[in-house]
């Protein structure tokens, strides 16, 4: 409930046209050592259909950034602490895959950018997600941020 109502009050404090990402916090996904904190910007969420064109049959994307409480080493010595993903979500088979992801210092300096290739006919081939992890955060944020966008006709 917590969650609904945090990202109502931020969609309708947001609403209006931007330019840059509108980065919202999401409840952080919880660490043993510490949380991961998760952001989605709520500008980035949009609807697509698969290759079918069924319209019950859809998929969300949106940019979700990532804050870690530690830094990742790269295999090239340089390390990082922020990520940026752009992800794919079917909300109602609970499934993701990403196609971007940049890696940022804690000072925001690029230090690793990756693409990959996906399937955009269904999400057969996409990771079902586990329950209680980062993917399933990043998931919820998603289809969550597209409900509040649809109940205030900000999207369709």
């Known amino acids: 409930m917590k969650k609904q109502i945090f990202m109502t ?7 209006q046209v931007s ?9 952080s996904y919880p660490q043993k050592t510490a949380p ?21 049959n859809f998929y969300l994307t949106a940019w979700i950034k990532h804050i870690m409480p530690y830094s990742r080493m790269l295999g090239n010595g340089q390390s990082y602490n922020q990520t940026r993903i752009f992800t794919y979500v079917d ?3 609970k499934k993701l895959t990403r196609d971007e992801i940049v890696g940022y210092t ?3 300096r690029l230090v690793a950018h990756e ?5 955009k006919k269904s999400s057969y081939t996409w990771e079902r997600v586990v329950p209680d992890t980062v993917g399933d955060a990043d998931l ?6 597209y409900d ?7 999207i369709k």
């Open 9 to 15: 009050s931020f969609i309708l404090l947001f609403s």
């Open 19 to 27: 330019y840059g990402a509108t980065w919202v916090e999401m409840p």
């Open 36 to 56: 991961i904190k998760v952001f989605i910007d709520i500008d980035s969420v949009e609807k697509h259909y698969f290759n079918n064109y069924n319209k019950k």
């Open 91 to 93: 909300c109602s088979n």
């Open 106 to 108: 804690n000072l925001e």
């Open 115 to 119: 693409t990959f290739s996906i399937s």
């Open 140 to 145: 919820n944020a998603i289809c969550i941020a």
């Open 148 to 154: 509040k966008k649809v109940q205030f006709g900000l």
